[in-house]
T-cell receptor, first 114, second 113 residues
Framework: GAGVSQSPSNKVTEKGKDVELRCDPISGHTALYWYRQSLGQGLEFLIYFQGNSAPDKSGLPSDRFSAERTGGSVSTLTIQRTQQEDSAVYLC????????????FGPGTRLLVL | KQEVTQIPAALSVPEGENLVLNCSFTDSAIYNLQWFRQDPGKGLTSLLLIQSSQREQTSGRLNASLDKSSGRSTLYIAASQPGDSATYLCAVGPDPQGGKLIFGQGTELSVKP
């Protein structure tokens, strides 16, 4: 079956513009995660959705970052007024409802803010 | 605050060697630990998942051990092959309900033919 997909695969934008990154999780997976991977910072947690529960937003670095998950499936990560330090690879992962299972990662979106 | 450290940051070995990658974490209150592989420009692939009640997991040529009390895990790769070249990431799961993972910086492995 299909894995986690993300779009676009690459995004170049100008400082100050807004961007939207999309994640399509594996069908039937109720948990969805966003991470950011940048040079020098490694892989950092951003936000976690589990079913109908309130999302864990504790990793979002500023109020310019937000995410939503519609219909318990597709998720969109939005970065407003992008800054150069937002340049990174944004990875999405999904998991079944069983918390003992692993997370399955998508290929990522490479964001470059000029 | 949980911190995960991986040593070494990079490793180069000739094909056929057995090798060990190390991971340490500062807070022993974890519920699981995972090892992932990341190929250049790609996402992460899960290799092994060890629950907090387990001491080790094996898959093919890979064996991962977990010592919660000392805050350490090792990934043993037997008879390394050039196809094993990748970055290996260790991640701990602090949340029993399956929330975020906290990652180390990774070990970049190169296996020379």
């Amino acid at each position: 079956g299909a894995g986690v997909s993300q779009s676009p695969s690459n995004k170049v934008t100008e400082k100050g513009k807004d961007v939207e990154l999309r994640c399509d999780p594996i069908s039937g997976h109720t948990a969805l995660y966003w991470y950011r991977q940048s040079l020098g910072q490694g892989l950092e947690f951003l936000i976690y959705f589990q079913g109908n529960s309130a999302p864990d937003k504790s990793g979002l670095p500023s109020d310019r970052f937000s995410a939503e998950r519609t219909g318990g499936s597709v998720s969109t990560l939005t970065i407003q007024r992008t800054q150069q330090e937002d340049s990174a690879v944004y990875l999405c992962a999904s998991r079944t409802g069983t918390h003992q299972e692993t997370q399955y990662f998508g290929p990522g979106t490479r964001l470059l803010v000029l | 605050k949980q911190e995960v450290t991986q040593i070494p940051a990079a490793l180069s070995v000739p094909e056929g060697e057995n090798l060990v990658l190390n991971c340490s974490f500062t807070d022993s209150a974890i519920y699981n630990l995972q090892w992932f592989r990341q190929d250049p420009g790609k996402g992460l692939t899960s290799l092994l998942l060890i629950q907090s009640s387990q001491r080790e997991q094996t898959s093919g040529r890979l064996n991962a051990s977990l010592d919660k009390s000392s805050g350490r895990s090792t990934l043993y790769i037997a008879a390394s092959q050039p196809g094993d070249s990748a970055t290996y990431l260790c991640a701990v799961g602090p949340d029993p309900q399956g929330g975020k993972l906290i990652f180390g910086q990774g070990t970049e492995l190169s296996v020379k033919p």
